[in-house]
């Protein structure tokens, strides 16, 4: 438990939660969990400072890369530079994997946002430009009703 002397900028829970946009809830669950360990002062009320924010937006990108709590407290936490390099090694494809399914899925998106054809699925042409000759389906012209 770290106290924190009054002259510097500190939030409580429900202040951090509004500058964070991470609800109250969570905040409290980190704070639990040791993910995100709020300064505390005499009274055991939790305090948020300015060395909070950064631990907060690692824990944030984190979440979006897929890790769960425990890596997440192996990125943070663990004072071996060697595990963090191991689990950043095996953690880097997954994450290029994801970069490219969503270069993929932006140029699908802008294709939609552009196309004509009635049934833009059908339609084909960003499965020219995105998919490999082998994995494109055979192409079929529209069926007449």
């Not at 951090?16 to 009320?45: K, M």
């Not at 305090?47 to 924010?53: D, E, K, L, M, V």
């Not at 995105?130 to 529209?142: E, K, T, V």
């Amino acid at each position: 438990m770290h106290t924190v002397p009054p002259q510097h900028p500190q939030w409580t829970v429900a202040q951090f939660a509004e500058q964070s946009g991470i609800p109250a809830t969570t905040l409290r669950y980190w704070d639990d969990e040791g993910l995100l360990v709020a300064d505390r002062l005499v009274n055991g009320h939790r305090r948020y400072t300015y060395g909070h924010t950064a631990r907060l937006q690692m824990i944030q990108m984190c979440q979006a890369l897929g890790c769960t709590a425990d890596e997440i407290r192996l990125i943070l936490d663990t004072p071996d530079p060697a595990a963090r390099a191991r689990y950043a090694a095996e953690k880097l494809p997954e994450v290029l994997e994801k970069i490219e399914i969503l270069r993929v899925a932006a140029t699908v998106l802008r294709h939609v946002a552009e196309c004509a054809h009635p049934d833009a699925a059908s339609c084909g042409a960003w499965m020219r430009e995105q998919l490999p000759d082998d994995a494109r389906p055979a192409h079929r012209p529209p069926r007449r009703s």
